[in-house]
């Protein structure tokens, strides 16, 4: 079992930042890739970012290519999710996702794992 806590969301406006983290317990040894989903009600669970576990590499969707950072820090089993140049249609609820399996990894199917989700509200 793997135990996935996020936080940081929050309230900011159209061009600001928020830094979401989440924290990793349980089995984090068999953990491959950390991912970031977000979700508007009614629509599917949208593939924003991933980190592999050990190596660090990084994908983004397009649409947050630039605007945001995925980083984690293995010490403290965390990752995070940089957001800058904050957009409306930014909004959602933001999700961390633990990952053991290795291919397709912009689905969200693919992942064992789900935090609890933070909501992120972006005014224009």
């Known amino acids: 079992q793997v135990q996935l806590v996020e936080s940081g969301g929050g309230l900011v406006q159209a061009g600001g930042s928020l830094r979401l983290s989440c924290a990793a317990s349980g089995r984090t040894f068999s953990i491959y890739t950390m991912g970031w989903f977000r979700q508007a009600p009614g629509k599917e669970r949208e593939f924003v970012a991933h980190?592999?576990?050990?190596?660090?590499?990084?994908y983004y969707a397009d649409s947050v290519k630039a605007r945001f950072t995925i980083s984690r820090d293995n010490a403290k089993n965390t990752v995070y999710l940089q957001m800058n140049s904050l957009k409306p249609e930014d909004t959602d609820v933001y999700y961390c996702?633990?990952?053991?399996?290795?291919?397709?990894?912009?689905?969200?199917?693919?992942?064992?794992?789900w935090g609890q989700g933070t909501q992120v509200t972006v005014s224009s």
């Open positions: 980190i592999n576990w050990s190596a660090g590499s990084t």
């Open positions: 996702a633990a990952a053991f399996g290795r291919v397709l990894l912009t689905s969200h199917l693919q992942y064992n794992y």
